[in-house]
Each structure stands twice: as structure tokens, then as C-alpha cells.
């Protein structure tokens, strides 16, 4: 048993907090128990519940030694898709098989599972740094991301589905894989998205054109790309076919959310009359119109920026996106001293995922991005997912205290 203690944790009782991390984080957090106090005095008292577990959490983790999580990564991900596995024979939840339920706790896994992914990304990376086959080394990985991304796809859980996909390639990047062998593999996907408008197409078909004609491939690899970007445009159609009702729904309501007002579209047209109600300095604490109306759907989670924006205007809005902001200066800047591979690929991954979450929560309540569920870190309410974050911080501040 000793042996086992002392191969997973440190002997050494002592750990450090790193500040510059850690204040924009509870600052975050501290805010959201503010907005939250707004919405939910019930769901007020369990997000300050989850924040304790957290805080212990975080703790917990600084005593782990750093190896481990690259020595069982491959574990952790076969545990992956082994609980994803299992949510298919889980009772639906508002109509998705997301968690898994027991007597004495309900979790969604695939939140846990970004972490689990994180580290087997990292882990692949770092062990074929000295590998030449760059292409190969961006197919495997992505086929790692892919696996576990289908199968919260089928949950249907749209939002992490592409959170997982997404954590790849700033991490691919930073591995030291060219940029224009990433550009052949993001190509295609962007090809699909722009493919709604014939002029926006054009627009994205001009832009491969120009990179192709900087990067100088051959003939034959030119024609090839620009080949699989018009063909994977003409798949959208395909590809929009095979998405659920309710998904297609608020795809069209992106682009007209007036048109379906009764329906997909409410959900848009709300955060905007909060957010544009609140003006600079907001409606007040406790004073949203719309939010205390129960005019604004899922305000405590998907759109709790909507309520920062109603009751305290331009001025919440700047507030986040400034804590933020500073967040990822400090994990910037400590990302070129790292002294080691894996913690530095973690910290990539851990910080695309926060500020994949961010944008797109931020995007999707002003229209930028159709309605998917994804929270905004350390603001919105949930267990799993906010435990899940600061699980996160509790890595960034390991390997920032142990690598630097």
C-alpha cells in the first residue's frame, strides 16, 4: 500500500498556489456566485457547494506526482470511452443519454472525459516529438479526438462533440506540426460551414487559393485540396441531413432567428433584448427585467452572459472578458518556460478548451453561433462542469509550480 501511495503522490506534505492563475479564477467564480444569487437562490447555495468541493479538489491535485498523468493516460482514455459507452444504457435526461446515474450520484462523464482526452493527446505528442511523419502524427490524433467525439455526438451533445475536435489542433500546433499541414485538415471543415452562402464560399475558396499559392505545392497537391474543399462542400447538404430536428432547427434560426421567434429562435431573441436592455452599466443586481420575467431559457447555465449583460451592462460584459483575459496572459507566458513536453501540451489543451467555451457561449448568446448548450467557464452553473474546470486549474497549477 505504501508503495502504491508513494508512486502516485508526493511525500512532500508542502505545495504552492500560483496568484496570477489562481485570483482571475476566483474572481470568475465569485461573480458567478453573484449572478447565480440573482437568478437562483437555491442553485446560489449548490454552485457554493460545488466551489468548496472544488477548492478541495484543486488541493487534492497538487499532491499528485506530475508523471502519473502521462504514464496512465492511455488508461484514462480507455475509461473514457468505456463511461461514454455506458451512458447509452443510461435513462434520458431532457431528452439526451449525457449522464451516468447511480443512487448516490449523477455525472456527466464526457465533462471529466476533456481532461482524459487532454492527457492522451499530450502524451501521444510528447512521445513522438522526433517523429518527421508530420501527416501521420495529425491523422492519429485526430482519430483519437474522433472516437470519444462520436460517441458524445450520439449522446447528442453537439457542444463537447466539438470541443473535443477543436482541443486537437492548437495542441498539434504547439507540438510543432507545420501550420499548413494543419490548414489541409481544418480546410475541409470550414469548406462545409461556408457552404450556406454561395458568396461566403467564394470568399473561403479565394482564401485557399492564396494560401496554396504562398505555400507552393506541386500541381497535383493543389488540385487535390481544392478538390476535397468543393466536394466536403457539396457533403454539407448530406451532412445537414443527418443532423436531429431540433439541431437543424437552431441552425436556421442563426441565420433568421425572427422567423422562427415562436420556436428555435426565442431562445437568440431573448439574450439580445437582455443583453441590449442592460446598456453600459446595467439594469442592476437583481433588477433584469427579463431575467426575473423568466423571459431569458436556461439563464443559469447556457446564458448566464445574458444576465451579466442585463444587469450589469457593457460594463459585466467587459468585466469577464478582462479576468479572462488575464487568465490566459499568465498561463501564456509560463507556457515558454515549461521544461517539459507533456505539461506544456496539457497546459495547451487545457487552456483551448476554457477559451473554446468561452467564445463560443459568449458567440452563441449574441448570434454568432447557433445555440449548442455549452457553458462559459467558472460562471455558469453545473457540478460536473465546474468541477471539471477547476480540476483543470488544479493541473495548470501543478505543472506551473513543478515545471517552471
Given at each position: 500500500?505504501?508503495?502504491?501511495?508513494?508512486?502516485?503522490?508526493?511525500?512532500?506534505?508542502?505545495?504552492?498556489i500560483?496568484?496570477?492563475?489562481?485570483?482571475?479564477?476566483?474572481?470568475?467564480?465569485?461573480?458567478?456566485?453573484?449572478l447565480?444569487?440573482?437568478?437562483?437562490?437555491?442553485?446560489?447555495?449548490?454552485?457554493?457547494?460545488?466551489?468548496?468541493?472544488?477548492?478541495?479538489?484543486?488541493?487534492?491535485i497538487?499532491?499528485?506526482?506530475?508523471?502519473?498523468?502521462?504514464?496512465y493516460?492511455?488508461?484514462?482514455?480507455?475509461?473514457?470511452?468505456?463511461?461514454l459507452?455506458?451512458?447509452?444504457?443510461?435513462?434520458?435526461?431532457?431528452k439526451?443519454?449525457?449522464?451516468?446515474?447511480?443512487?448516490?450520484?449523477?455525472?456527466?462523464p464526457?465533462?471529466?472525459?476533456?481532461?482524459?482526452?487532454?492527457?492522451?493527446?499530450?502524451?501521444?505528442?510528447?512521445?513522438?516529438?522526433?517523429?518527421?511523419?508530420?501527416?501521420?502524427?495529425?491523422?492519429?490524433?485526430?482519430?483519437?479526438?474522433?472516437?470519444?467525439?462520436?460517441?458524445?455526438?450520439?449522446?447528442p451533445?453537439?457542444?463537447?462533440?466539438?470541443?473535443?475536435?477543436?482541443?486537437?489542433?492548437?495542441?498539434?500546433?504547439?507540438?510543432g506540426?507545420?501550420?499548413?499541414?494543419?490548414?489541409?485538415?481544418?480546410?475541409?471543415?470550414?469548406?462545409?460551414?461556408?457552404?450556406?452562402?454561395?458568396?461566403?464560399?467564394?470568399?473561403w475558396?479565394?482564401?485557399?487559393?492564396?494560401?496554396?499559392?504562398l505555400?507552393?505545392?506541386?500541381?497535383?497537391?493543389?488540385?487535390?485540396?481544392?478538390?476535397?474543399?468543393i466536394?466536403?462542400?457539396?457533403?454539407?447538404?448530406?451532412?445537414?441531413?443527418?443532423?436531429?430536428?431540433?439541431?437543424?432547427?437552431?441552425l436556421l434560426?442563426?441565420?433568421?432567428?425572427?422567423?422562427?421567434?415562436?420556436?428555435?429562435?426565442?431562445?437568440?431573441?431573448?439574450?439580445?433584448?437582455?443583453?441590449?436592455?442592460?446598456?453600459?452599466?446595467?439594469?442592476?443586481?437583481?433588477?433584469?427585467?427579463q431575467?426575473?420575467?423568466?423571459y431569458?431559457?436556461?439563464?443559469?447555465?447556457?446564458?448566464?452572459?445574458?444576465?451579466?449583460?442585463e444587469?450589469?451592462?457593457?460594463?459585466?460584459?467587459?468585466?469577464?472578458?478582462?479576468?479572462?483575459?488575464?487568465?490566459?496572459?499568465?498561463i501564456?507566458?509560463?507556457?515558454?518556460?515549461?521544461n517539459?513536453?507533456f505539461?506544456s501540451?496539457?497546459?495547451?489543451?487545457?487552456?483551448t478548451?476554457?477559451?473554446?467555451?468561452?467564445i463560443?457561449?459568449?458567440?452563441?448568446?449574441?448570434?454568432?453561433?447557433?445555440v449548442?448548450?455549452?457553458?462559459?467557464?467558472?460562471?455558469?452553473y453545473?457540478?460536473?462542469?465546474?468541477?471539471?474546470?477547476?480540476?483543470?486549474?488544479?493541473i495548470?497549477?501543478?505543472?506551473?509550480?513543478?515545471?517552471?
Open positions: 500500500m505504501m508503495k502504491i501511495t508513494n508512486k502516485f503522490f508526493n511525500k512532500n506534505l508542502s505545495f504552492k500560483n496568484w496570477t492563475i489562481m485570483i482571475p479564477v476566483i474572481l470568475l467564480c465569485l461573480f458567478s456566485l453573484v447565480l444569487r440573482s437568478t437562483s437562490s437555491q442553485l446560489f447555495y449548490k454552485q457554493a457547494i460545488w466551489l468548496c468541493i472544488g477548492s478541495g479538489l484543486i488541493i487534492f497538487q499532491f499528485i506526482r506530475l508523471r502519473i498523468f502521462n504514464e493516460a492511455y488508461h484514462l482514455y480507455l475509461l473514457l470511452l468505456i463511461l459507452c455506458i451512458t447509452y444504457f443510461m435513462p434520458e435526461i431532457n439526451a443519454q449525457r449522464w451516468i446515474v447511480t443512487p448516490f450520484l449523477t455525472f456527466q464526457s465533462e471529466i472525459g476533456k481532461v482524459f482526452l487532454i492527457f492522451t493527446i499530450a502524451k501521444f505528442l510528447s512521445d513522438r516529438k522526433d517523429d518527421k511523419k508530420q501527416l501521420s502524427t495529425i491523422v492519429i490524433t485526430l482519430l483519437i479526438a474522433f472516437f470519444p467525439a462520436l460517441l458524445v455526438l450520439g449522446q451533445d453537439l457542444g463537447t462533440s466539438i470541443i473535443y475536435g477543436i482541443i486537437s489542433f492548437p495542441m498539434l500546433y504547439w507540438s506540426i507545420r501550420p499548413y499541414y494543419l490548414f489541409l485538415f481544418i480546410a475541409p471543415i470550414i469548406s462545409m460551414l461556408t457552404s450556406y452562402s454561395i458568396t461566403t464560399f467564394y470568399i475558396m479565394s482564401i485557399i487559393v492564396i494560401v496554396l499559392f505555400s507552393q505545392p506541386t500541381i497535383r497537391q493543389a488540385s487535390l485540396v481544392f478538390i476535397i474543399n466536394s466536403f462542400g457539396l457533403l454539407s447538404i448530406l451532412a445537414y441531413d443527418v443532423l436531429r430536428d431540433y439541431q437543424k432547427d437552431r434560426a442563426l441565420l433568421d432567428p425572427y422567423k422562427y421567434q415562436e420556436s428555435s429562435g426565442y431562445q437568440l431573441i431573448q439574450s439580445w433584448i437582455s443583453i441590449g436592455s442592460g446598456g453600459l452599466t446595467g439594469k442592476g443586481f437583481m433588477q433584469g427585467t431575467t426575473h420575467g423568466n431569458l431559457p436556461v439563464k443559469n447555465s447556457d446564458f448566464i452572459v445574458s444576465v451579466a449583460g444587469e450589469f451592462g457593457l460594463f459585466g460584459i467587459i468585466y469577464i472578458l478582462t479576468v479572462f483575459s488575464i487568465f490566459i496572459y499568465w501564456t507566458q509560463y507556457l515558454s518556460k515549461m517539459n513536453n505539461s501540451l496539457t497546459l495547451i489543451g487545457i487552456l478548451t476554457l477559451f473554446v467555451h468561452l463560443l457561449n459568449m458567440g452563441i448568446t449574441v448570434g454568432l453561433f447557433p449548442t448548450g455549452l457553458p462559459a467557464p467558472f460562471l455558469s453545473g457540478g460536473t462542469f465546474l468541477l471539471t474546470c477547476l480540476i483543470m486549474i488544479g495548470v497549477n501543478n505543472n506551473i509550480t513543478n515545471n517552471i
